[in-house]
């Protein structure tokens, strides 16, 4: 008994390990054979004695039948009165398995085979370098150089923007700020949404916009300057928080 407890203690502890991983199947599967293997202990020290003792003392064993003019064999005496026992047993065994087989669905599986052919991969590198030359044009006097294609407007366009009041109370105090400049709604809430992409409402708190930090200004005034609105408005209305008008 002292090696068997000995060994399933050891196997216990080494599935037991398994229950700290970081990792959901190994930690459920540490659990689950853990618990598996205590039980077995407990019902091989604990519950299979008493139950051979008792299964013994009603004769069911067959070891009575034996001879004891020699050492005790751990089997009934074939044939023996355990024999159609164990024969109905057999029996029933192969039933089961016959049943098991019988009951199986094979008419409908479909094999399939794939097979894959091996691709080498590329081993070669092509750097391309692209070279821009920049011509300067010079105009006679008095000849006005044409006017810029180049397309105008706010790096984010603020016509898809609400025009409701932000719900959380920092964002409603500058979306006011900038309405008392005379920003349209939908482009204070373009500036307010570009610049919590950038730092949400609680970093910009924690890095101290109710005091109006330099830092979490400039993260205000960047996002205003994206939606097309002017420095001297954004200044403007960061001055009216200051002062409390």
Same mark, same amino acid.
């Given at each position: ?24 199947l ?28 008792w ?11 034996q ?44 094999a ?10 590329? $081993? !070669? %590198? =092509? /750097? +391309? *370098? &692209? $070279? !821009? %030359? =920049? /011509? +300067? *044009? &010079? ?53 307010i ?26 993260v ?26």
């Amino acid at each position: 008994g002292r090696a068997f407890f000995t060994s399933a203690c050891t196997t216990i502890g080494g599935f037991a390990v398994l229950i700290g991983s970081a990792l959901p199947l190994l930690r459920d599967f540490g659990i689950i054979v853990t618990l598996n293997v205590a039980t077995a202990v407990l019902a091989a020290l604990v519950v299979m004695p008493p139950l051979m003792v008792w299964v013994d003392e009603r004769g069911w064993l067959g070891t009575e039948e034996q001879q004891h003019d020699h050492s005790v064999r751990l089997a009934a005496v074939m044939p023996g009165s355990q024999t159609p026992l164990a024969a109905a047993g057999a029996v029933a065994l192969a039933a089961g398995a016959v049943g098991i087989y019988v009951g199986a669905d094979t008419s409908t599986g479909v094999a399939s085979e794939i097979s894959y052919a091996a691709v080498a991969l590329p $081993t !070669t %590198t =092509t /750097t +391309t *370098t &692209t $070279t !821009t %030359t =920049t /011509t +300067t *044009t &010079t105009l006679p006097p008095g000849v006005e150089p044409p006017p810029s294609t180049a397309p105008t407007g706010p790096e984010v366009d603020p016509s898809g923007f609400p025009t409701e009041p932000p719900a959380t109370p920092i964002a409603a105090i500058l979306f006011q700020r900038l309405l008392d400049q005379g920003v349209a709604p939908n482009v204070a809430n373009c500036a307010i949404t570009t610049a919590y992409q950038e730092v949400d409402e609680n970093g910009l708190i924690e890095m101290g916009l109710a005091t109006l930090e330099p830092e979490p200004v400039a993260v205000v005034t960047r996002g205003a300057l994206k939606c097309g609105i002017p420095q001297e408005t954004v200044d403007a209305a960061i001055e009216a928080q200051r002062s409390g008008g």
